[in-house]
């Protein structure tokens, strides 16, 4: 049996809505579990279920909770005689955006040998900024829609065709996201993605267009699917339209599509997945367009991991934890140094 550290929080325009996740699954995840919160300092605090609750943490008072600390195999707490490690089989990434999907926290997880669910560092590279993951998707032969990036600093801005969407280059969670239908408002627009990250993508806006999402993992079983959601949104979704609602356990609108769509969409998924994402609960975003699929994100630590997607999110948590990639162990026997020595000594 399982048990689980979540850690969220993090330092992130999305910290906010890493907290939210965390207080969702502390009633979905049913095997025990224990929370971790990263700061703005980057300090660990172990919190209390009873804790877990919005205003614990933007009022401070989470500092009143034990400060515990990383280093190899796991989290310890200072005590009297010997530091005390926290008990714990596996952590959980929970954090959104940079410090969580940038990799810097896969990095620490897997230099102190700690056993974790969530994307590893190649993956979260390739998922964190919009341009790699569409030239990923490419290498995979999975089509996304034609794009620009523009720096802050390019003296000569692009004249698109309009309307567009403009999206800062690495931030989930449509922070940040404009539609543009003239001159003055793709001016506007790039203003507020600047304030966010100094590289923007730009991309056509269809108003025709459809937007379906698809969580799943790769178990010893092969994949295990979510439901295809069908967003409910109007032209686009914003933040407040993506996000206020994710804390919700059900009510996800199952998408009514053609086996043809379905497989479009499953395959696309198993390309993308395999094998950079193995060991993460992610969710990829798809467009259709002409009645062929198209990628939008891949979000490799979604929402409250998606998990009102599934009909049995617990069992997507087993599946998953049986199946973590495997690390390769290196030994370190001073061989070399050693031989060296040797031969000096003759």
Same mark, same amino acid.
């Given at each position: 049996?399982?048990?689980?550290?979540?850690?969220?929080?993090?330092?992130?325009? +999305?910290? +906010?809505?890493?907290?939210?996740?965390?207080?969702?699954?502390?009633?979905?995840?049913?095997?025990?579990?224990?929370?971790?919160?990263?700061?703005?300092?980057?300090?660990?605090?172990?919190?209390?279920?009873?804790?877990?609750?919005?205003?614990?943490?933007?009022?401070?008072?989470?500092?009143?909770?034990e400060q515990i600390y990383l280093k190899y195999s796991g989290f310890y707490k200072k005590a009297l005689?010997? %530091?005390?490690?926290?008990?714990?089989?596996?952590?959980?990434? !929970?954090?959104?955006?940079?410090?969580?999907?940038?990799?810097?926290?896969?990095?620490? !997880? +897997?230099? /102190?040998?700690?056993?974790?669910?969530?994307? =590893?560092v190649e993956a979260s590279v390739v998922s964190f900024n919009k341009e790699f993951t569409k030239l990923?998707?490419?290498?995979?032969?999975?089509?996304?829609?034609?794009?620009?990036?523009?720096?802050?600093?390019?003296?000569?801005?692009?004249?698109?065709?309009?309307?567009?969407?403009? &999206?800062?280059? =690495?931030?989930?969670?449509?922070?940040?996201?404009?539609?543009?239908?003239?001159?003055?408002? /793709?001016?506007?627009?790039?203003?507020?993605?600047? @304030?966010?990250?100094?590289?923007?993508?730009?991309?056509?806006?269809?108003?025709?267009?459809?937007?379906?999402?698809? $969580?799943?993992?790769?178990? &010893?079983?092969?994949?295990?699917?979510?439901?295809?959601?069908?967003?409910?949104?109007?032209?686009? *979704? %914003?933040?407040?339209?993506?996000?206020?609602? /994710?804390?919700?356990?059900?009510? $996800?609108?199952?998408?009514?599509?053609?086996?043809?769509?379905?497989?479009?969409?499953?395959?696309?998924? @198993?390309?993308?997945?395999?094998?950079?994402?193995?060991?993460?609960?992610?969710?990829? %975003?798809?467009?259709?367009l002409d009645e062929k699929v198209y990628l939008n994100e891949i979000n490799p630590v979604p929402g409250?991991?998606?998990?009102?997607? /599934?009909?049995?999110?617990? *069992?997507? !948590?087993?599946?998953?934890?049986?199946? *973590?990639?495997?690390?390769?162990?290196?030994?370190?026997?001073?061989?070399?140094?050693?031989?060296?020595?040797?031969?000096?000594?003759?």
């Open positions: 049996m399982k048990n689980y550290a979540v850690i969220f929080g993090g330092i992130s325009y +999305e910290h +906010e809505i890493s907290i939210i996740s965390a207080i969702t699954l502390k009633d979905v995840i049913k095997k025990d579990k224990i929370f971790i919160f990263c700061d703005k300092k980057r300090d660990f605090y172990l919190i209390a279920k009873e804790n877990m609750k919005a205003k614990y943490f933007s009022s401070g008072e989470y500092k009143k909770s005689l010997k %530091d005390k490690k926290i008990e714990f089989d596996l952590a959980i990434n !929970l954090i959104h955006g940079k410090d969580g999907e940038d990799g810097l926290l896969s990095s620490l !997880l +897997e230099f /102190f040998d700690i056993n974790y669910i969530g994307p =590893r990923y998707a490419s290498s995979k032969n999975v089509p996304t829609l034609s794009y620009q990036v523009i720096n802050k600093f390019d003296k000569q801005k692009p004249k698109p065709k309009y309307p567009v969407v403009i &999206k800062p280059l =690495r931030l989930g969670s449509s922070i940040g996201l404009s539609v543009a239908k003239n001159k003055d408002e /793709f001016e506007y627009a790039l203003d507020v993605a600047f @304030e966010y990250d100094n590289d923007v993508l730009i991309e056509q806006f269809y108003d025709n267009i459809k937007e379906y999402n698809l $969580a799943g993992i790769k178990s &010893k079983d092969g994949f295990l699917y979510s439901i295809v959601e069908e967003p409910k949104k109007e032209s686009i *979704l %914003d933040f407040d339209k993506k996000y206020l609602d /994710f804390s919700r356990s059900t009510g $996800a609108n199952k998408a009514e599509l053609p086996s043809n769509i379905i497989s479009q969409i499953y395959s696309a998924f @198993e390309s993308i997945y395999e094998p950079l994402f193995e060991g993460a609960i992610i969710r990829c %975003d798809f467009f259709m409250s991991l998606a998990n009102y997607l /599934f009909d049995d999110f617990n *069992l997507v !948590l087993d599946k998953i934890s049986s199946n *973590l990639p495997k690390k390769r162990k290196i030994n370190i026997d001073y061989k070399y140094i050693n031989s060296i020595n040797a031969v000096k000594c003759k």
